[in-house]
């Protein structure tokens, strides 16, 4: 398996500790388990998304874990402007803050909250499941522009994580770039459902939820990919991550860096696990295989 070099690493404006990030949405709900995860490994980690108004979620079950991923419907349920207290005391790590909102007044009035105590933000135009949000607006090349311009000109490092439910991700990426993105996020999860054979009915309370997992990584690399012949800013992987050779697939593809959410599942200590396989001091440098595979 191909090695690479150690150390820390700049991507989109965020100085990461190692090329690991943990997703959003996955242990990061309060400030104690987003400091957890950066003791295990990660070298950045993405909160959990906060929007303009304190969110409830839809009703149970909100998951389902499958053989290969899991389905999630959780309808984005977050404390609003109250979460600005759980990422005091960490202003000097890299944390980036999932933000979301219906109109661009919306995610420039969130970021606000945020400006001076994350390294970044993480624009949440992907969600599958929560009406008026996420990928219900993040399917709109405008509406990604201009939702991407809000936020970009507070000066502050702006990723913007991107739906795979789209006919050309391109055309986002692209929208998003135009708004001032520092780096796409490729992908958030992929709109599924399961029906309950002994209840005919749907398993999720939402009836539709969001795949994450190894199941959805083609999609996540094949994303990555497309991504990289369209756009000039860098990009992040984050799908299905599940080994260090998959991290390698992932930056031959142009991601610079991976985010890992569903890994974690099964693995708490993912981050070092990967860590162990993927660094060594004579590895590769990590410039010589991005983008590799293309051309």
Request: glycine share 14%; charged share 15%; with cysteine.
């Amino acid at each position: 398996m191909v090695q690479i070099c150690p150390g820390p690493v700049t991507v989109g404006g965020v100085v990461l500790d190692n090329h690991l990030l943990l997703a959003a949405g996955i242990l990061g709900t309060t400030g104690a388990s987003l400091s957890r995860m950066l003791h295990l490994g990660a070298g950045g980690v993405v909160t959990k998304s906060i929007g303009p108004h304190p969110k409830e979620g839809h009703a149970g079950p909100c998951l389902v874990v499958l053989e290969d991923g899991i389905i999630n419907a959780m309808g984005l349920p977050n404390p609003s402007q109250a979460f600005v207290n759980e990422v005091a005391g960490l202003e000097k790590r890299p944390v980036i803050a999932s933000i979301f909102g219906g109109t661009p007044e919306e995610f420039s009035e969130v970021a606000g909250w945020f400006k001076e105590k994350v390294a970044g933000f993480e624009l949440n135009l992907s969600c599958p499941h929560a009406e008026g949000y996420g990928a219900a607006i993040g399917s709109d090349p405008a509406l990604v522009e201009a939702c991407t311009r809000a936020v970009s000109r507070l000066g502050v490092p702006t990723w913007v994580k991107l739906t795979p439910n789209v006919t050309d991700i391109t055309l986002i990426g692209r929208a998003a770039e135009r708004g001032g993105a520092t780096a796409l996020v490729a992908v958030n999860t992929v709109k599924a459902m399961r029906i309950s054979t002994g209840l005919g009915r749907p398993v999720l309370g939402n009836r539709y939820g969001g795949l994450s997992g190894h199941a959805i990584f083609p999609i996540a690399l094949r994303c990555v990919y497309e991504l990289f012949e369209a756009v000039k800013i860098p990009i992040v992987g984050c799908g299905g991550v599940t080994t260090a050779d998959n991290v390698v697939e992932m930056m031959m593809a142009g991601a610079q860096a991976v985010e890992i959410g569903s890994a974690i599942h099964g693995d708490v200590k993912v981050f070092e696990t990967i860590k162990a396989e993927l660094y060594a001091a004579g590895g590769v440098p990590v410039a010589d295989i991005v983008g590799c595979a293309h051309g």
